[in-house]
């Protein structure tokens, strides 16, 4: 049966548990991407403007570095105005945009000669700065300093250009004599922009700017708002004075980048980088922050992805659940088919035991009542060989009935002795009869008696016994049975049988316990056998919590055992004991069958197959009681109404009415006349729950098909008025020494003195003088016409005819006790086989004299 295990249902939730762990998992992981490609983004984009800022510097410098040059060559010349011109002239003729300028600070009108000549007036070069705001600043440089200064845009007074302004003091020589000027260089200041270049696409939407320290825009990018940069940051971001404040000194300091918002609100990234040469100016570079990063966390694609999961995972788990309940219902089927195989397996088991056994108990009253030996000797044919059947089927039906969860413990008190006992006499046949010895090594501290399934304890151990034997040609079998741990209550059973038999080959060790498999093809195909024997054990022991283990080596021998858990019922040690010299005292009963017979007591055997009520009528006939059958519950109603039944036998499954039912008619029916009536019921074997249900049912006790007849006759003995039962213990050597000669003085003394018979071989075989005296009659009334066909099957030379009658002549005379008559046909058959005329000729003779002679004497005793 498939369960429907209880994380089925928390698979989906954990799958989705998964997916939600994933896609937290790449938000986690892209988001830390992104930081980090953010920051390296940054930093390339404040390296960039570092470099704008070094192209800016070195612009700078290289300008500061030709005013230098000019006013070298000035101060060392001592040059007039003019000169100083016309060098600057000659020299500047590279830098076409821009101006020089030698101007007297200590004029008030601030007068001058340019390099250039006005636009309206070529041939005027004079310049005039009055009203410059330049010179504000300037008058308050040293003069005298030889270092060139810039200063911030102002309008080119030549041609209104926004300009940057370099300047020095030099010493012009004026009329004769030295006056202190001041040398300007005026470039467009988008000289220094046309320097500035944004590599690739990525920063097509940057700008760059240069401030001055207050923070005002000298080159101002359009996204650069309000007129100095730290009133766009008050104006987009914060108006706190320190926030500010700190934003201006980290300008100043030093290169680096902050994130900000623009004039959209949108964030940007502002780099900067102080301008070396000047005195607190700064490029700020501007980048919309989004343009930095295009490989910003995707969302669309994120869900994208958890989604496709998410559907991919329901389809998936769907496509596996569909599945599932299909290969569920599969497995159903498959399990309810194997499940009505063991039950038709178990059923037809059953059902074929019952003939079987009714062949073999008509057989037992074949071998009961003839003296037939060819016919003894096919019925022992048809013994063996059923029995063997019987062995196959029992196989199969206990192993369905393991498979269909059928067999079930049932704890009975047993006696170890009676256990070993049993189990030596099962296989002492067995193993002398192919030369093995048995070796029982007892552990003297086992107890005596013992709490458990005994049949399956007996079952367990017989089968790997006869495996023992079956697989072992030479040497023996031991088998070791010892106390384990023990408590008050329990004992663990060790039980070994070890042979050294062919062993089983390491590669066929994990086939040993499969079913139907048989191992070593080759060698074992010879030896009977179903393949079934140690599943069986292995799943008995499995239901008694034990386990069947194995050490083998190949072509040296195997060892096979188990440990089992066992109730102790009587924990005196069982002390020295051993099978073999106990059987003679102990065993002595398995030999005797209890007979009895009980005149004038009338039993009904209720079963639904006549033939096994024909084979328990002739098996019962001895106990002379009347022996009533019924085919039916029907039947059975009726002969009830008829008759006084002192015991009732029930079937229990019987068609149209069972057992139970039958029982309950009969007893509303005629409840007071049955009222004392033992009825016993006949149910299947064992099979689960059955005893239980019968006892409950109202019978007195219940018996196991198929019926063994002494157990029906222990039962018998057991129920019916013990003054009605007359025991006889047959068997014990003693008294049936005693029976014989009883019977043999029921003799008449001629036949006991005739030499030719023995009358003891005689009664032994027909059982007692009644019967001994109808053979002899019979075999005396053959003689004459035997004689004659004996003699013409040898004249006619018909062999076969010969060999038959003599052969039929040596059992008769066996059955009778003739003996010497017996081993002379004996003879004359082999011979008559080999069709050796010569020797049957010579040897006939002697034979029908004496055959003659035997039958003449008994008409003369007989008659
Ligand atoms: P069966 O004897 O009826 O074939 P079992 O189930 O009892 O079936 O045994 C299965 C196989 O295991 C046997 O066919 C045989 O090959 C192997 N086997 C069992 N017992 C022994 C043993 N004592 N020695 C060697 N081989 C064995």
């Given at each position: 049966?498939?369960?429907k295990?209880?994380?089925?249902?928390?698979?989906?939730f954990?799958n989705?548990?998964?997916?939600?762990?994933?896609?937290?998992?790449v938000v986690?992981?892209?988001?830390?991407?992104?930081?980090?490609?953010?920051?390296?983004?940054?930093?390339?984009?404040?390296?960039?403007?570092?470099?704008?800022?070094?192209?800016?510097?070195?612009?700078?410098e290289?300008?500061?570095h030709?005013?230098?040059?000019?006013?070298?060559?000035?101060?060392?010349?001592?040059?007039?105005?003019?000169?100083?011109?016309?060098?600057i002239?000659?020299t500047?003729?590279?830098?076409?945009?821009?101006?020089?300028?030698i101007?007297?600070p200590?004029?008030?009108t601030?007068?001058?000669l340019?390099?250039?000549?006005?636009?309206?007036?070529?041939?005027?070069?004079?310049?005039?700065?009055?009203?410059?705001?330049?010179?504000?600043e300037?008058?308050?440089?040293?003069?005298?300093?030889?270092?060139?200064?810039?200063?911030?845009?102002?309008t080119?007074?030549?041609?209104?250009?926004?300009?940057?302004?370099f300047?020095?003091?030099?010493?012009?020589?004026?009329?004769?004599?030295?006056?202190k000027?001041?040398?300007?260089r005026?470039?467009p200041?988008?000289?220094?922009?046309?320097?500035?270049?944004?590599?690739?696409e990525?920063?097509?939407?940057?700008e760059?700017?240069?401030?001055?320290?207050?923070?005002?825009?000298?080159?101002?990018?359009?996204?650069?708002?309000?007129?100095?940069?730290?009133?766009?940051?008050k104006s987009y971001?914060?108006?706190?004075?320190?926030a500010?404040?700190e934003l201006?000194?980290?300008?100043?300091?030093?290169?680096?980048?902050f994130?900000?918002n623009?004039?959209?609100?949108?964030?940007?990234?502002i780099?900067?980088s102080?301008?070396?040469?000047?005195?607190?100016?700064a490029i700020?570079?501007?980048?919309?922050?989004?343009?930095?990063?295009t490989?910003?966390?995707?969302?669309?694609?994120?869900?994208?992805?958890?989604?496709?999961?998410?559907?991919?995972?329901i389809?998936?788990?769907g496509?596996?659940?569909?599945?599932?309940?299909?290969l569920?219902?599969?497995?159903?089927?498959?399990?309810y088919?194997?499940k009505?195989?063991s039950?038709?397996?178990?059923?037809m088991?059953?059902?074929?035991?019952?003939p079987?056994?009714?062949?073999?108990?008509?057989?037992?009253?074949?071998?009961r009542?003839?003296?037939?030996?060819?016919?003894?000797?096919?019925?022992?044919n048809?013994?063996?060989?059923?029995e063997?059947?019987?062995?196959?089927?029992?196989?199969?039906?206990?192993?369905?009935?393991?498979?269909?969860?059928?067999m079930?413990?049932?704890?009975v008190?047993?006696?170890s002795?009676?256990?070993?006992?049993?189990?030596?006499?099962?296989?002492?046949?067995?193993?002398?009869?192919?030369?093995?010895?048995?070796?029982?090594?007892i552990?003297?501290?086992?107890?005596?008696?013992?709490?458990g399934?005994?049949?399956?304890?007996?079952?367990?151990?017989?089968?790997?016994?006869?495996?023992?034997?079956?697989?072992?040609?030479?040497?023996?079998v031991?088998?070791?049975?010892?106390?384990?741990?023990?408590?008050?209550?329990?004992?663990?059973?060790?039980v070994a049988?070890?042979?050294t038999?062919?062993?089983?080959?390491?590669?066929?060790?994990?086939?040993?316990?499969?079913?139907?498999?048989?191992?070593?093809?080759?060698?074992t195909?010879?030896?009977?056998g179903?393949?079934?024997?140690?599943?069986?054990?292995?799943r008995?022991?499995?239901l008694?919590?034990?386990?069947l283990?194995?050490?083998?080596?190949?072509?040296?021998?195997?060892?096979?055992?188990?440990?089992?858990k066992?109730?102790?019922?009587?924990?005196?040690?069982?002390?020295?004991?051993?099978?073999?010299?106990?059987?003679?005292?102990?065993g002595?009963?398995?030999y005797?069958?209890?007979?009895?017979?009980?005149?004038?007591?009338?039993?009904?055997?209720?079963?639904?197959?006549?033939?096994?009520?024909?084979?328990?009528e002739?098996?019962?006939?001895?106990?002379?009681m009347?022996?009533?059958?019924?085919?039916?519950?029907?039947?059975c109603?009726?002969?009830?109404?008829?008759?006084?039944?002192?015991?009732?036998?029930?079937?229990?499954r019987?068609p149209?009415?069972?057992?139970i039912?039958?029982?309950?008619?009969i007893?509303?029916?005629?409840?007071e006349?049955?009222?004392?009536?033992?009825?016993?019921?006949l149910?299947?074997?064992?099979v689960?729950?059955?005893?239980?249900?019968m006892?409950?049912?109202?019978f007195t006790?219940?018996?196991?098909?198929?019926?063994n007849?002494?157990?029906?006759?222990?039962?018998?003995?057991k129920?019916?008025?013990?003054?009605?039962v007359?025991?006889?213990?047959?068997?014990?050597?003693e008294?049936?020494?005693?029976?014989?000669?009883?019977?043999?003085?029921?003799l008449?003394?001629?036949?006991?003195?005739?030499g030719?018979?023995?009358?003891?071989?005689?009664?032994?075989y027909?059982?007692?003088?009644?019967?001994?005296?109808?053979?002899?009659?019979?075999?005396?009334?053959?003689v004459?016409?035997?004689a004659d066909i004996?003699?013409?099957?040898?004249?006619?030379?018909d062999?076969?005819?010969?060999?038959?009658?003599v052969?039929?002549?040596?059992?008769?005379s066996?059955?009778?006790?003739?003996?010497?008559l017996?081993?002379?046909?004996?003879?004359l058959?082999?011979?008559?086989?080999?069709?050796?005329?010569?020797?049957?000729?010579?040897?006939?003779?002697?034979?029908?004299?004496?055959?003659?002679e035997?039958?003449?004497?008994l008409?003369r005793?007989?008659?």
């Amino acid at each position: 049966m498939i369960e429907k295990k209880p994380w089925m249902s928390w698979i989906f939730f954990v799958n989705i548990v998964i997916v939600l762990a994933i896609v937290a998992f790449v938000v986690f992981y892209s988001s830390r991407e992104h930081e980090a490609g953010l920051t390296e983004e940054r930093n390339q984009f404040t390296n960039m403007i570092i470099a704008m800022e070094r192209i800016t510097t070195n612009y700078l410098e290289h300008e500061q570095h030709i005013c230098n040059i000019w006013a070298n060559f000035i101060n060392d010349k001592d040059a007039t105005p003019e000169e100083a011109m016309d060098y600057i002239r000659l020299t500047q003729s590279g830098y076409d945009e821009g101006s020089a300028h030698i101007i007297f600070p200590d004029d008030l009108t601030i007068i001058g000669l340019s390099s250039e000549a006005d636009v309206g007036n070529p041939a005027n070069f004079g310049v005039s700065y009055r009203g410059y705001d330049l010179f504000k600043e300037i008058r308050n440089q040293d003069l005298a300093s030889s270092e060139v200064r810039v200063t911030r845009a102002f309008t080119n007074p030549k041609n209104g250009a926004t300009s940057l302004a370099f300047y020095r003091g030099v010493d012009i020589n004026y009329q004769g004599a030295k006056r202190k000027a001041l040398l300007l260089r005026i470039v467009p200041i988008s000289k220094i922009s046309q320097r500035w270049v944004l590599p690739t696409e990525k920063y097509e939407d940057a700008e760059i700017s240069l401030i001055d320290g207050k923070g005002n825009y000298m080159i101002k990018g359009s996204s650069f708002k309000n007129s100095s940069f730290l009133e766009f940051y008050k104006s987009y971001n914060s108006t706190d004075y320190t926030a500010v404040n700190e934003l201006e000194q980290e300008i100043m300091s030093g290169a680096g980048s902050f994130i900000m918002n623009d004039a959209q609100g949108r964030k940007c990234l502002i780099a900067h980088s102080p301008v070396d040469t000047s005195n607190g100016w700064a490029i700020l570079g501007y980048i919309p922050a989004d343009r930095l990063y295009t490989d910003s966390i995707d969302w669309t694609l994120v869900l994208v992805v958890a989604a496709a999961i998410v559907i991919l995972m329901i389809i998936d788990v769907g496509v596996l659940i569909f599945y599932n309940k299909e290969l569920a219902n599969t497995a159903l089927e498959a399990d309810y088919a194997n499940k009505s195989k063991s039950d038709f397996v178990s059923n037809m088991s059953h059902e074929i035991r019952t003939p079987i056994t009714a062949i073999l108990g008509m057989n037992e009253l074949i071998r009961r009542e003839s003296v037939n030996e060819i016919v003894l000797g096919y019925a022992a044919n048809i013994q063996k060989a059923g029995e063997s059947l019987l062995g196959i089927i029992s196989d199969i039906l206990d192993f369905s009935k393991i498979e269909a969860g059928r067999m079930e413990i049932i704890p009975v008190t047993f006696a170890s002795e009676d256990l070993i006992r049993d189990l030596h006499n099962l296989i002492r046949f067995r193993a002398e009869g192919k030369g093995l010895s048995i070796e029982w090594k007892i552990d003297p501290d086992l107890p005596k008696k013992f709490t458990g399934d005994e049949l399956k304890v007996k079952q367990i151990i017989s089968n790997l016994l006869t495996n023992a034997v079956k697989y072992t040609e030479e040497g023996g079998v031991t088998v070791e049975i010892r106390a384990g741990e023990k408590n008050d209550k329990l004992t663990d059973l060790y039980v070994a049988v070890t042979d050294t038999g062919i062993g089983i080959k390491p590669e066929e060790m994990d086939k040993l316990f499969s079913a139907f498999d048989r191992l070593d093809a080759k060698r074992t195909r010879t030896i009977e056998g179903t393949g079934l024997g140690l599943s069986i054990v292995t799943r008995m022991l499995d239901l008694m919590g034990s386990k069947l283990e194995v050490e083998s080596t190949y072509d040296v021998g195997s060892k096979f055992f188990f440990t089992l858990k066992l109730e102790i019922a009587d924990p005196t040690p069982i002390g020295q004991y051993d099978p073999e010299t106990a059987e003679n005292t102990a065993g002595g009963g398995d030999y005797k069958s209890t007979a009895f017979t009980a005149p004038g007591m009338s039993v009904l055997i209720v079963d639904d197959t006549p033939m096994n009520l024909q084979v328990i009528e002739g098996l019962l006939r001895r106990t002379q009681m009347k022996v009533d059958t019924a085919a039916s519950g029907a039947e059975c109603i009726e002969k009830v109404a008829d008759n006084d039944y002192n015991m009732i036998f029930l079937d229990y499954r019987m068609p149209y009415m069972n057992g139970i039912e039958t029982l309950h008619r009969i007893r509303e029916d005629y409840g007071e006349k049955i009222r004392h009536v033992p009825i016993i019921s006949l149910t299947a074997s064992a099979v689960s729950g059955d005893r239980e249900r019968m006892l409950e049912a109202g019978f007195t006790d219940y018996l196991t098909k198929p019926i063994n007849v002494a157990e029906m006759e222990a039962m018998m003995i057991k129920y019916l008025p013990a003054d009605a039962v007359n025991l006889q213990e047959r068997a014990g050597k003693e008294e049936e020494a005693e029976h014989r000669n009883e019977e043999v003085d029921k003799l008449p003394e001629a036949l006991k003195n005739l030499g030719i018979l023995d009358i003891q071989a005689g009664l032994d075989y027909c059982g007692d003088a009644e019967d001994y005296l109808y053979a002899l009659e019979t075999y005396e009334k053959s003689v004459d016409e035997k004689a004659d066909i004996i003699s013409a099957n040898l004249e006619s030379g018909d062999f076969e005819s010969f060999t038959l009658n003599v052969h039929s002549l040596k059992s008769t005379s066996l059955a009778i006790g003739a003996r010497e008559l017996f081993q002379r046909a004996k003879d004359l058959e082999a011979a008559g086989k080999e069709e050796d005329a010569e020797v049957c000729r010579r040897d006939l003779p002697e034979l029908i004299s004496l055959y003659k002679e035997l039958g003449e004497s008994l008409k003369r005793i007989l008659d």
